[in-house]
Each structure stands twice: as structure tokens, then as C-alpha cells.
């Protein structure tokens, strides 16, 4: 993906990487299109960022992913680029029965449907532009378990091969699939999660995406050093030891 003279909508952008990556797309010189629930804060984005347009977007529901989309196409018709970004992730605990469907359903639904029902939205149009390009979010938790989200780890490995497998269905197109995977990031995505102490700092964590974004216009997995650990057990035979250390059984060792 080039890193300027896009126009670039990203729904789950009020806050957290979301955000900090919309910022620094507008920085870079594109047009930037944020999306979410909390209009608060999409009119407080819109007053403080001046450029950047905003809707309001839930895209655990169809009805409105599918108003969005007309409303985002007809506004900005050279639209090329869409981030979905929205996520929740929610503990849950799968031996007390009764107590995790509720939260495993609402996980599928922003997690998987969401993305799935924005690209079906959008593809048609992307696949009109000279250079379109879908950047779907995963994380590390798609490559090794992290005990208290199983719901939220099963999506996220399900968006790591569903972003490879319309990698391999739109090649020859105009549609380019760009995956980012994130480490642990300080966001508020969960309760106290931005204030620990083991997840990467927001700023750091976007430095060094716009870095791999710009270096590597070609890119497709978009990883920072402090994912490889994660993304790469199985692959360095280590997965055992990774597991261990992810779900806080074992220290991480130094060179990790
Ligand atoms: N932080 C991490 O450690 C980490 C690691 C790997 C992957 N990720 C992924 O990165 C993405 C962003 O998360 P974050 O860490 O930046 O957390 P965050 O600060 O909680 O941001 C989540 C964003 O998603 C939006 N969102 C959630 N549900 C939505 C819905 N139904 N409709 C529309 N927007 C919705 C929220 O906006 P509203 O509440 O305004 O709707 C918010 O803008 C997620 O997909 C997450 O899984 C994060």
C-alpha cells in the first residue's frame, strides 16, 4: 500500500491504535474517514482534527455497516482503502457453564462478522479503483492462545486466514489484503490494559507501523519486532515455550 494520497476509511478509530493509526495517516497525507459507536468522541475527533471526516458506524449490526458504507462511498467516492478495525475482547471462562456464551456470541459478531460484512460492503467498489487495498487486523493471539479469550483468539486466527485467503482470490486485481498484526499494545481495548506495563507503548507501537508501511510499500503482514515472538512458535519449534510464557507460567526469556 503507498503511504499517501489515499482515501482511507477506518471503522474502530475513536480510540486506541484505531485512532493513533488514522492520525498519522492524515499526517502522511491521506484522507481519512474514522468510524465507531461513541459520536462524543467523533465530534470531538472531528473539531480537533480538522480534515478528517467521521461517521457514526456499529459494526456488530448489518442494517448499519450497510448505511455506513453507502453514506462513506457517496461522500468520498475515491475511496480506496478500508481498515476494519473494530474489536472487543472480553475475558471469558469456558468451565462455568452458563457464564461465557453471551460474550462469545458478541465477540464472533464484532470480531469476524464485522470485518466480513464491511469488505462484502466495500469489495465491489475497491475492485472500481486503479490501486485498492483492504487492511485487515489480527493479532498475535492468532498465533498462540492466551487462556482467559478463546473466543477472541478464534477470531483473530480466523482473520489471519481470511485476510491469506482473499489474498489468493483477488490476486490479478486491484485489491491488495495488508494484515496487521499487533502485539500486546497499551489501548483500553481491555480493563487496565493500558496502563501494562508488558504491552507496547501506542506511540511506539504506530512509529514502527507507518515505518514497515512505508519501507515496504509490497508488504502484506505487517509485524513489529514484538509480535515475532508470538507469530512465530510454531514456526522456530518453540510454541510449547510460548504458550507458557504468554499465559504468565514461565518468565520470558531475555532474548525474546
Ligand atoms: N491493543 C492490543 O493489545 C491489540 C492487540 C492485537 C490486536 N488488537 C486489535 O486492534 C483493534 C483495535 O483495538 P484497540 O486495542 O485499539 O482497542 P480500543 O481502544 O478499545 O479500540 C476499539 C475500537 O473499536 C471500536 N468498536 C468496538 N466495537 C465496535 C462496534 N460494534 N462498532 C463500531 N466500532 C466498534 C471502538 O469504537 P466505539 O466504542 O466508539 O464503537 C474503538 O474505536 C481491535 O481489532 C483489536 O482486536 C489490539
Known amino acids: 500500500m503507498r503511504i499517501n494520497g489515499n482515501t482511507i476509511f477506518i471503522p474502530g478509530a475513536t480510540s486506541g491504535i484505531g485512532l493513533a493509526l488514522a492520525l498519522r495517516l492524515q499526517d502522511a497525507g491521506n484522507q481519512v474517514i474514522v468510524g ?3 459520536t462524543a468522541l467523533l465530534n ?5 482534527h480538522p480534515g478528517i471526516d467521521t461517521i457514526r458506524i456499529d459494526t456488530s449490526d448489518s442494517a448499519s455497516i450497510a448505511s455506513a458504507a ?3 462511498i457517496s461522500r468520498h467516492p475515491d475511496l480506496n482503502v478500508v481498515v476494519p478495525m473494530a474489536g472487543i475482547m472480553r475475558a471469558e471462562d469456558w468451565t462455568m457453564p452458563g457464564g461465557f456464551l453471551e460474550t462469545a456470541e458478541a ?3 464484532t470480531n469476524l462478522f464485522g470485518p466480513i460484512r464491511l469488505i462484502a460492503a466495500f469489495a465491489e467498489h475497491l475492485l472500481a479503483q486503479p490501486d485498492a487495498t483492504i487492511m485487515t487486523v489480527s493479532s498475535g493471539l492468532a498465533f498462540a492462545p492466551l487462556r482467559f479469550t478463546p473466543t477472541y483468539n478464534a477470531t483473530k486466527a480466523a482473520i489471519h486466514q481470511l485476510s491469506e485467503t482473499l489474498r489468493l482470490q483477488f490476486e490479478g486485481t486491484s485489491v491488495h489484503i495488508v494484515e496487521l498484526v499487533p502485539p500486546s499494545v497499551q489501548t483500553d481495548l481491555m480493563p487496565g490494559h493500558a496502563e501494562d506495563p ?4 501506542l506511540d511506539d507501537y504506530i512509529d514502527e507501523t507507518m515505518r514497515l508501511l512505508e519501507a515496504q510499500p509490497d508488504v502484506t503482514e505487517v509485524q513489529v519486532e514484538r509480535v515475532k515472538f508470538l507469530r512465530y ?3 522456530r519449534g518453540d510454541q510449547a515455550q510460548v504458550i507458557a510464557v504468554l499465559n504468565g507460567r514461565e518468565s520470558e526469556p531475555a532474548a525474546s
Open 44 to 48: 470531538e475527533i472531528a473539531v480537533q
Open 70 to 72: 453507502a453514506e462513506v
Open 233 to 235: 512458535g510454531e514456526a
Open 107 to 109: 465477540t464472533v459478531t
Open 36 to 38: 465507531g459507536r461513541r
Open 198 to 201: 508488558n504491552a507496547m507503548p
